[in-house]
């Protein structure tokens, strides 16, 4: 049992929240037990330690089980330990330690080559909660594969990691790309593109889903920049009834990729008689 | 100009981020550019004060200037005098301390004789940038009224404030409402009460969303209690098509909000034959 919250592997655990000891290591943490759970059970190969209290060990016996299963290995650890392994204020006693994936020679064009029906390409996102929140509805809602441009929040910094509650580990998500080439492979890859922003001219429910799209979004502040909303194939704009000037970045997000999740959530319907303020 | 960041006036506009002073003083702040236009345009007469830095005033001289039409005192202050009286680290020159709306001897009652068409309920939600984005789009989704149960975060807590983008001035909210007691009351109103929950036995496309109903939402972390999903006329999950386990409370609030807006973002079908993972 690790009981020193001093010891240096527990300040090596400690020192992954920040970005450039992530990247040195090529590791990141995830905490409490659904994150565990679902990089236990969707990327087993990508945990390399797993560090349990007492409490979360008889409570989570089956998940430690299913681990060892696996060949991961599991340090019971003091509370204290916990604590000090990671930022939030009130652990949950569980965390494991994970590889980051190393991506192939070309992650975008694998995903590409799968065929995918809806992808979610977030631009110059740097909210740590929106990337989450965004990426756990894009799981939700049933999309292929999520893209980061350059520019944008880690993925693997614990906030991001948290929000996504476990989604991370479910769905393809491909960091680091630069925004113009990737909107002219999608698009040369028969890849609708379309710009989620207030300014669209297209209402959302006039949005044509039929066909493979991807969802482009920008920054939570300043949204997406002209020149990358006239290299997309449409602009679209998710209706607003009330006084609201808009919505945040992460419910937009959610009711575009809802739209085009076809469980019939949200009707395509070009050629909608459907009035809105402001028509 | 106010120069002194150690002013009393600066002290007792920063006090107003805690709770208890801001019941005292029955007043609150909001802050940055828009939050503070909107309560100036939709609550005027309930802004006191309102201060901005230079460059504030020379950006926004036209929100000044409408702010004093209202007879709103506007206070040139200096950048420091700004920083001292906000929490946001960054702040953006301009800040309203406006008054708390004392409530009306029944404020829910008020709102259920203007026939409303949708309601939001918000019970025991404890996280004031869920709370605030869940008002913000309310407000997006044409809800007619925010509903807080007792137990709620303080919507005039500055995150809240932010989170809302100045919806907090654009619809009526109600606070501190006894849950069962509410949900009986909107039931002999003829308001359906739906609880959205992923433990709900009807799916979003399924639902009766025809007539006037109210949604009713519970904590982020432990959603609603059973005995709240057994006194709503329906439970109500959105569906999940990825692997993850649910969406969480301000995106599902989100896509639910805008499945009753009406705009054909959301169809309501019943008998709907689309299959569903889990089904």
Known sequence: MLTNPRAD???AVRALSRRSSRERAGRFVAEGPQSVREAVRYAPADVVDLYADPAAATRHADLLAEARAHGIRVHPASSDV???MTETPTH??????CHIP???PDPLGEILASGPRVLAFLTHVRDPGNAGTVIRAA???GVDAVLLSEGSVDVHAPKVVRSTAGSLF???VVTGLPVPATLDRLRDHGIHTLAADGAGSTLLPDADLRGPHAWVFGNEAWGLP???RARCDDVVRVPILGRAESLNLATAATVCLYASSGVGVVTSSPGSSVQFPGD
């Open 82 to 84: 916990l604590a000090a």
């Open 226 to 228: 002209p020149e990358v």
């Open 102 to 104: 190393g991506p192939g």
């Open 9 to 11: 592997r527990v300040k």
């Open 170 to 172: 479910h769905l393809p």
């Open 92 to 97: 949950q006693g569980l965390l494991a330690v």
């Open 139 to 141: 799981d939700a809602a």
